[in-house]
Structures are given as structure tokens and as C-alpha cells.
């Protein structure tokens, strides 16, 4: 099981999710700047150097420049962090989940309609 991530880590994790899951400094930078999200290039390398000691990046050196790759897929994080949540939570009781949406109106009816659907078609 891989370490949990920072709100700032999983920013860092997703802009490199959105690059194609490889990135250089440069882009990561730019990528956070559009986004308005500010930060020293001391935070960034210290983070980004947390994420691959946390097993999550993959660094390669190009010149004097790092390239930082995934090793974890955006959808493998998303998978681990929705089992976490559920385990702990709700005790791995899926349903607790579904119910608690459904009764706090968090899912639309067209929604869980879709979702029926998508289950009774084996998930295609």
C-alpha cells in the first residue's frame, strides 16, 4: 500500500497525470501557474523528491534537467484512494456509501439511473 499524498503533492501528481505522465520541472511550473496556484522551486523539488521516495514518481536525469514520470496511473490512485475511503469510512460497506448519497441527495436520479445501468451491462 502506497503512502498518502499532500493536498500539494496530489496537485504536483496530477499535473503530471494531465502532461501524459512524464514531465520536466519547466512544465510542472507553467502547468501550476495557469492554474494559480503558487509555490517556491524549493517546495516543488522537495515534493516532487517526496513523491518518488513515497513510490509515486520516477526520476530521470536528461541533461542537467530531471523528467519526473509516474509510476502510479491517475485511475490505480483514484482505485486506492476510493477503497481507503470506503474501508474507512464505511467499513468496506459499499452500500452505506451508495445510500448515503442517494439520501442526501449527492447523486441525481439520472445519475444512479446511469450507474444501474452501467452495472447491468458488466461495467461497459
Known amino acids: ?63 542537467r534537467r530531471n523528467k519526473y514520470t509516474a509510476i502510479v496511473s491517475a485511475d490505480k490512485y483514484k482505485e486506492m484512494q476510493t477503497t481507503a475511503f470506503i474501508d474507512k469510512i464505511y467499513e468496506g460497506n459499499v452500500q452505506g456509501l451508495v445510500s448515503a448519497l442517494i439520501q442526501k441527495n449527492m447523486i441525481s436520479t439520472e445519475e444512479y439511473e446511469e450507474l444501474k445501468r452501467y452495472w447491468d451491462e458488466g461495467g461497459k
Do not use: C, H
Request: glycine share 10%.
Open 1 to 63: 500500500m502506497l503512502q498518502q499524498v499532500s493536498d500539494f503533492e496530489l496537485e504536483l501528481m496530477k499535473t503530471i497525470w494531465d502532461n501524459g505522465g512524464t514531465a520536466l520541472y519547466a512544465e510542472i511550473t507553467s502547468a501550476l501557474e495557469r492554474k494559480g496556484i503558487p509555490a517556491t522551486k524549493n517546495t516543488i523539488i522537495s515534493l516532487l523528491s517526496r513523491l518518488a521516495g513515497k513510490g509515486y514518481l520516477e526520476t530521470n536525469k536528461i541533461g
